[in-house]
């Protein structure tokens, strides 16, 4: 696989490269389209709603018709409905019996996805994003809706103490934690931000599943304000330090600038829920459950290429 930052096509190219710093905590963009060791159609097609026009910043494509950042190319391929995500954590917060107008901590939000899903709600919503085009996306989202914020930053930058009735990390940006002592710190400060009898809900990629049936990613497209995306994907795996890097290529034609090109390059850890269960358990966290969709409503042993994780810290 070539290098983060080669590019292979000869046409005139506008270069975006993302660097997910090691153990930021970031976000995992379009992660279980990529992850899934079921195969898609080589060219699947998605309407993306047009986004936000955001301020100039590296990495930004410009034209007179759009502008195009990471945190859009994520959304053009992150259209799945939120409905169910809302009602399951409704149906999980229900079940650990935590009442009244709730303060969450949406960990690793990205561009904001579910930001405005929680504020209808009604409750004190606070994101907490690493990337800067996410973040500066997501906090212009955020002034827009009451009781809503957005914190730079990562797990392993969270110092909240019994802060939050509910921490949700939705769409697998706890992966991007690269190794063990990263993995335990962040378990270690979200226990420390919830309340006593709080809720930490982690959604992530079954690594040891995915590995057992693994497909090489294929192509697929979306359009973003009327112009057709392509999205080719590549993978490498480091064994010796259990990770995997995967490559975006995105390629599309601009009205001004003609053919562009804009990769970018996530590195994710490679880990299972023993270990999750291990860091939980040493923290004192109790009732931990697992699910594989948003559809479940009891504990189900894992047998998906998607894992979810919920545990209660111990009331005083």
């Known amino acids: 696989m070539s290098s983060a930052t080669e590019f292979l096509n000869p046409l005139p190219v506008a270069s975006a490269v993302r660097h997910s710093p090691k153990g930021d905590g ?42 195009i950042t990471g945190a859009s190319l994520y959304s053009a391929f992150d259209t799945g409905d939120t409905r169910p995500i809302v009602d399951f954590l409704l ?43 996410y973040y500066a996306q997501a906090d212009e989202l955020a002034r827009s809706l009451p009781k809503t914020s957005v914190i730079r930053g990562g ?5 909240a103490e019994n802060r939050f009735d509910l921490i949700a990390s939705i769409n697998a940006p706890f992966s991007y934690l690269l190794t063990p002592a990263q993995r335990a710190d962040a378990v270690s400060r979200m ?22 049936n693994y497909r090489t990613p294929e192509n697929s497209e979306a359009t ?4 057709t995306i392509h ?17 975006d290529t995105f ?23 023993a270990e999750i269960e291990y860091f939980l358990e040493t923290e004192g966290f109790k ?17 998906a290429n998607r894992l979810l994780v919920s545990a209660q810290k111990a009331a005083n």
Not at 155 to 159: Q, R, S, T
Not at 224 to 227: A, D, E, K, P, T
């Open 155 to 159: 797990f392993n930058d969270l110092e």
């Open 287 to 303: 009732q931990i459950r697992t699910y594989t969709g948003y559809t479940a409503r009891q504990s189900e042993p894992i047998n």
């Open 26 to 67: 970031g976000s995992l963009r379009s992660r279980f389209s990529v992850l899934s060791c079921r195969p898609r159609a080589p060219t699947r097609r998605r309407a993306a709603p047009s986004l936000p026009r955001l301020p100039a910043s590296a990495g930004l494509l410009h034209s007179a018709r759009m502008r």
């Open 91 to 133: 149906w999980l917060v229900s079940s650990y019996k935590i009442d009244g107008t709730l303060t969450i901590l949406d960990a690793g939000c990205g561009p904001g996805r579910m930001l405005s899903e929680f504020s209808r709600l009604g409750w004190t919503t606070v994101g907490l994003e690493p990337d800067p085009e």
């Open 191 to 212: 226990h420390k931000a919830l309340k006593p009898g709080g809720c930490l809900f982690i959604d992530m990629a079954n690594f040891p599943f995915i590995l057992r």
């Open 251 to 273: 390629t599309f034609h601009d009205p001004d600038r003609g053919d562009q090109k804009v990769t970018q390059i996530h590195k994710f850890g490679i880990f299972g829920f």
């Open 231 to 247: 999205r080719a994907i590549e993978h490498q795996f480091d064994w010796h330090h259990d990770t995997l890097t995967h490559t």
């Open 224 to 227: 973003l304000n009327g112009i």
